[in-house]
């Protein structure tokens, strides 16, 4: 099982879908599918099924660690991995709830290494993935746009982190809730 543990983005659908219009005429952009939108907390990664009970009540244990009431979300800007002269990834930024998700990120990514789970090797970066850049023919049309716009995507309210599985196609990853944890 690909698992990865996420907050859900579903009511930015339509803003997303705006926001990556913007960068449509940019080629070697894969756009991720905007109906499946949301921020990751801890990419798990390849995980055995007899791990996944033990997993669900560290991560039961890892959001009562972090005291994370149900908070606002507001979603904006955007910015790119790893950075405007090598893109491999761009994203809408976070611009309300920064503090919130990284105390859940810590308290998750405490709990998970406890069980083996590799720890981060970079700074959390709150943000929901818009496409990956697989060929940089369309570079440039990204960092004008990176550069020059600062678009909103709205406000969410966060009030659940979701356990996700993800599984890899063809036509890309279709995602199935595992388990949902309130705050």
């Not at 940019?26 to 990419?43: E, I, M, N, V, Y």
């Not at 994203?91 to 069980?115: C, D, F, K, M």
Request: glycine share 6%.
């Amino acid at each position: 099982m690909r698992l990865f543990v996420c907050v859900e983005c579903d009511e930015l659908t339509a803003k997303i879908t705006a926001i990556q219009e913007l960068f449509e005429d940019a080629s070697g952009l894969r756009f991720t599918d905007p109906t499946q939108a949301h921020l990751t907390l801890k990419f798990l990664g390849e995980t055995d099924a007899e791990v996944v009970p033990t997993l669900r009540e560290e991560l039961a244990a890892a959001i009562d660690d972090a005291d994370v009431s149900p908070f606002e979300l507001t979603a904006g800007g955007v910015g790119v991995f790893p950075e405007l002269e090598y893109i491999q990834v761009l994203w809408l930024g976070i611009q309300e709830g920064t503090a919130e998700l990284t105390r859940l990120h810590r308290a998750i990514e405490n709990r998970t290494t406890t069980l083996g789970f590799e720890p981060e090797q970079h700074d959390f970066t709150p943000h929901i993935t818009l496409a990956r850049m697989d060929h940089a023919g369309g570079k440039s049309i990204v960092q004008k746009e990176v550069r020059s716009r600062d678009p909103t995507a709205g406000t969410i309210r966060v009030d659940a982190v979701t356990l996700m599985q993800s599984t890899l196609t063809p036509d890309g990853p279709e995602y199935e809730s595992i388990e949902r944890f309130s705050l």
